[in-house]
């Protein structure tokens, strides 16, 4: 377990010239510990880092300079995280700039939330400052990596942070329409049509596992990165089941499982 945030507030830290690597890093919390928490690990690093108190403040800080990550708490006050997300998804120079959440929100359907309004991933409070570097960096990568392709309409994160069923869950009652990749336990896809699920794919099982029991296999995965994208999917419904079904059965299954 990580110490409590120390008493101090760090406002901002040059970026190191010993360091060419060196991100440009938004930290947004109302609590002065954590934001001292927050950024030690990135200064540390040599990064530069800026540091508020609410959502407002970060807005016009990234409106004036454009940074490469934001990580903000959510409940603040003035605008807080869900606000700052919207307003920062909605500018086209800043778009593309990734957002963590550092929050203490632990329901499936807050953090889809999240997701659906372009939030990047989630890192739970208390946690351990090398943890936030290595989710950072990673956020850091995958989002430049999505830059240099097309990736509008696509829904990604984290299985530690939303559960497989709720993420299906939501795809169902959405009626959404594309392909989910989910990277946990293997690589598989899962191929929706109007929010059902028609047949799932394993990397490397050449079709050797039916649809059906690979998805309730997928349900039970904890961890993992998940990505939906919009796109048309044709083909035979070899599933024959709505999701709502297919999570009761699991549900039925694990169940007598832990008997």
């Not at 947004?28 to 403040?57: K, Q």
């Not at 090398?130 to 240099?148: K, M, S, Y």
């Not at 191929?191 to 699920?197: K, V």
Request: proline share 6%; net charge negative.
């Amino acid at each position: 377990m990580p110490q409590e945030p120390g008493p101090r507030s760090r406002q901002s830290v040059p970026v190191s010239t010993r360091n060419p690597d060196a991100l440009d890093v938004v930290v947004v919390d109302d609590d002065p510990r954590w934001r001292e928490y927050t950024a030690d690990p990135f200064v540390r690093r040599g990064d530069r880092v800026r540091c508020v108190a609410d959502g407002l403040e970060a807005l016009s800080m990234c409106i004036a300079d454009p940074p490469d990550v934001v990580l903000t708490d959510v409940n603040m006050p003035r605008m807080d995280g869900w606000q700052l997300l919207r307003m920062i998804r909605a500018r086209p120079n800043l778009g593309g700039v990734p957002v963590v959440f550092l929050t203490t929100l632990d329901g499936d359907e807050e953090r889809l939330k999240g997701y659906q309004l372009g939030v990047d991933a989630y890192m739970p409070k208390p946690f351990h400052p090398d943890e936030l570097l290595l989710r950072v960096h990673r956020v850091v990568r995958r989002r430049r990596q999505a830059a240099e392709s097309d990736t509008a309409g696509t829904l990604r994160g984290d299985l530690e942070n939303v559960s497989a069923a709720s993420l299906l869950s939501f795809l169902a009652v959405e009626r959404k329409t594309g392909i989910l990749v989910v990277v946990g336990e293997r690589v598989a896809r899962v191929f929706l049509r109007e929010g059902r699920a028609l047949r799932v794919e394993l990397e490397g099982d050449g079709g050797a596992v039916p649809s059906r029991e690979a998805l309730l296999d997928i349900l039970g995965w904890k961890t993992g990165q998940f990505e939906f994208t919009l796109e048309r999917v044709g083909g035979a419904d070899e599933i024959r089941a709505a999701i709502s079904a297919l999570l009761l059965e699991h549900a039925r299954q694990a169940d007598e499982g832990g008997r």
